[in-house]
């Protein structure tokens, strides 16, 4: 079992720049391939961005391309988010997930373990 925790959420302008964390404790962080997801009021929880465990293969979600960086460091148990050039649609609940496997897939339900969320909240 893996315990994931978020941390770094808040208000950033329009423009600004956020880091988001996600401490893992429990079972080898280190094994897992970790996620960011997204969920805005009325919709759907969506993909952000993945990396593999070792981090040599990483994904994002074409609306956050260029503009979010994924990166893990295993030593402190800890996977990141970087967030620049914020908008207002990236406004949501921002969630760490964990999944077995070497993959680095986009849906939710592939993913075994969860955090419960960290609000972003980008204004214009």
């Known amino acids: 079992q893996v315990q994931l925790v978020e941390s770094g959420g808040g208000l950033v302008q329009a423009g600004g720049s956020l880091r988001l964390s996600c401490s893992a404790s429990?079972?080898?962080?280190?094994?897992?391939?970790m996620g960011w997801f997204r969920q805005a009021p009325g919709k759907e929880r969506e993909f952000v961005a993945g990396i593999s465990w070792r981090g040599g293969s990483v994904n994002y979600a074409d609306s956050v391309k260029g503009r979010f960086t994924i990166s893990r460091d295993n030593a402190k148990d800890t996977v990141y988010l970087q967030m620049h050039s914020a908008k207002p649609e990236d406004t949501a609940v921002y969630y760490c997930?964990?999944?077995?496997?070497?993959?680095?897939?986009?849906?939710?339900?592939?993913?075994?373990?969860w955090g419960q969320g960290t609000q972003v909240t980008v204004s214009s």
């Open positions: 429990g079972r080898t962080f280190s094994s897992y391939t």
């Open positions: 997930a964990g999944r077995d496997g070497t993959a680095v897939p986009t849906t939710p339900g592939t993913y075994n373990y």
